[in-house]
């Protein structure tokens, strides 16, 4: 058991547990968090799996969590680690299942007095357009050769087909695609789970939210981002569905079964990984990136029907422009500063946020004069934030929080709301919920959730993003 005695308080917002609390451990854990956060972190399993994740072999420097930390599989939800390239660790339980889960934001040149009006049609139309629910596809299924298309080629290949235009490509994380995909690495069984899930919205925690920009805490960013008060956004949240969950099934199955030949011991079976320039690791990161270009795939295509969603209420006129798209559930070989040397290494964000700073080699263009958006969605009901990635997240390898992070379990969520006085609720302050599903519902009530202020307080005042804007939900439309 932990207590808070257990941790060495590095600054307000920082603590560590240091290497000795353990024998196994190789490197620090270090949680960022408030000293009032702190004790809520205690509820569940989530330190006990950031100690585990210290004993992953090459890790470096420390295995960090957002304040958003919550229990996950192997990896806490919120949990960050890097390893040594090309030699150290990569674990699919370090990505996740939703591979690539990400969140984009489309804005407009609309305000809300002028949105208003249209809001419930809006809503109704976009829920229609974009198939929501577990398991539940589009009524056309690509066939496998199309899909091979997509998983290799991703956005782009989209965009050649007549689907969203080039800045849908420019401001997306990756461009929409990852170089190393490779169809082959994937399983059939993967693959036809897939064939008919392009451009749907998938279940849990998931949803399409039309958003106002409620308030600017930079207006410099804000204006290069495109943003002004009282703005209308769509801010989508979903992955790569059942295609990204049978990879991560089928690869911890393999490296479970390979771990004796590398001579691997986890504290924690979950924790499954074998060395990245292995066979069984090069054969998962491509997959796992050829899964991240199907899940930037499906959002796009999402967008293409919210677009035409928006287009059948609005007018021909209407437009949605990407801000941008980056993805919490990824590894990515990337360079850092490590003991002041650069080096590349494997960086496994599990429910966490790449956020490059300023001058970043990896930002479009237009955004490298301010930093890489950051993109934090919050429970149904609650504020949304953008950020900006900052130079002194470089202690975090450029990470940040993906949300405000669960304070308690789904059936724990469903004893204690209900689905129908959660809608009623949010209807009395003018906030439309379209879901076909009271429980889920029930399972994303805000009150299951932490508090979204005090987690965005936190990375603002730690340095690893910060505020932009505030954005607050108009209409929710709720994967089932």
Request: charged residues 25%; contains cysteine; aromatic residues 8%.
């Amino acid at each position: 058991m932990f207590s808070k005695k257990d941790f060495i308080k590095i600054s307000e917002y920082l603590w560590e547990i240091p290497k000795s609390f353990r024998p196994d451990m190789q490197v620090p854990a270090r949680v960022y968090a408030s000293e009032k956060m702190l004790e809520d972190i205690f509820r569940d399993e989530s330190l006990n799996q950031l100690i585990n994740t210290t004993t992953l072999p090459g890790i470096v420097k420390y295995a960090l969590a957002m304040p958003d930390i919550h229990e996950g599989y192997s990896f806490p939800i919120g949990g960050v680690a890097a390893t040594k390239y090309p030699d150290g660790a990569i674990s699919p339980g370090g990505v996740g299942y939703d591979i690539s889960c990400s969140v984009r934001l489309l804005k407009s040149e609309y305000t809300e007095k002028e949105i208003r009006p249209y809001l419930d049609k809006l809503a109704t139309e976009i829920q229609k357009e974009v198939p929501s629910g577990l398991g539940r596809g589009r009524q056309i299924k690509l066939s496998i050769e199309e899909i091979n298309r997509i998983l290799e080629r991703g956005v782009p290949y989209l965009v050649e087909k007549g689907y969203g235009e080039k800045e849908d490509i420019e401001n997306c994380e990756e461009r929409g695609r990852m170089e190393e995909a490779d169809a082959s690495c994937i399983s059939e069984r993967a693959k036809n789970r897939g064939r008919d899930q392009l451009g749907t919205l998938g279940s849990g925690n998931h949803f399409c939210e039309i958003q106002k920009v409620e308030t600017i805490f930079d207006e410099k960013t804000a204006e290069v981002f495109g943003l002004f008060k009282d703005q209308i956004v769509i801010m989508v949240h979903c992955g790569s569905r059942g295609l990204g969950h049978q990879i991560a099934t089928d690869y911890i199955r393999i490296m479970m079964k390979a771990m004796p030949k590398y001579g691997i011991k986890l504290p924690d079976r979950e924790l499954a990984c074998v060395p990245f320039n292995s066979p069984e690791g090069q054969r998962y990161f491509k997959a796992m990136c050829a899964a991240a270009s199907y899940s930037w795939s499906n959002r796009h295509m999402i967008t293409h029907y919210i677009r035409e969603a928006w287009k059948n209420v609005l007018g021909g006129k209407a437009n949605l422009k990407l801000v941008y798209d980056v993805a919490h559930n990824i590894a990515k070989v990337e360079e850092h500063e490590v003991d002041g040397k650069k080096m590349k290494l494997i960086v496994h964000r599990k429910g966490a946020t790449r956020a490059f700073p300023p001058g970043h080699p990896d930002l479009p263009e237009k955004y490298k004069g301010v930093g890489q958006p950051v993109l934090l969605p919050s429970s149904m009901g609650t504020p949304s934030y953008i950020l900006v990635g900052q130079k002194e997240g470089k202690e975090a390898f450029y990470t940040t929080a993906h949300g405000s992070g669960r304070r308690m379990s789904r059936h724990a969520a469903i004893r204690r709301f209900s689905g129908g006085v959660v809608i009623q609720n949010l209807k009395q302050r003018g906030i439309i919920v379209k879901c076909h599903s009271l429980r889920g519902i029930a399972e994303e009530a805000s009150g299951a959730y932490k508090d979204v202020e005090e987690v965005v307080e936190v990375i603002h005042q730690a340095g690893l993003s910060k505020k932009v804007a505030r954005l607050t939900p108009l209409a929710v439309i709720k994967g089932e």
